[in-house]
């Protein structure tokens, strides 16, 4: 198996490798998740360490496409605070 696992951004739409990004994931309840480990079962997409890329993918809509479920209520400003705290806390 090759640990060299390719995905590409779901707002800015470059590849880097998974570990270089961040997934989300829409669970069984229709929850949407950061999924920390990568490990979380269901469809998963992937985003940069970014604000503009979060913001990007909620834009155009493409949480929908990637989780092939509406995504409905997700609030930009509190998924970016998320994804601060969350990058944050990594340093």
Not at 11 to 18: A, F, H, L, Y
Not at 26 to 52: A, I, T
Request: charged share 30%; hydrophobic share 35%.
């Amino acid at each position: 198996m090759s640990a060299n696992r390719i995905r590409t951004c779901i707002g800015c739409r470059i590849k880097k490798n998974k570990h270089l990004m961040r997934r989300m994931v829409l669970d069984d309840r229709g929850v949407f998740l950061f999924d920390e480990k990568q490990r979380l079962p269901g469809r998963g997409g992937y985003v940069c360490f970014d604000d503009q890329c979060v913001a990007l993918a909620l834009k155009r809509r493409d949480l929908s496409r990637i989780f092939k479920n509406p995504v409905k209520g997700v609030n930009l400003g509190s998924l970016c605070a998320r994804v601060e705290v969350m990058t944050a806390c990594q340093k």
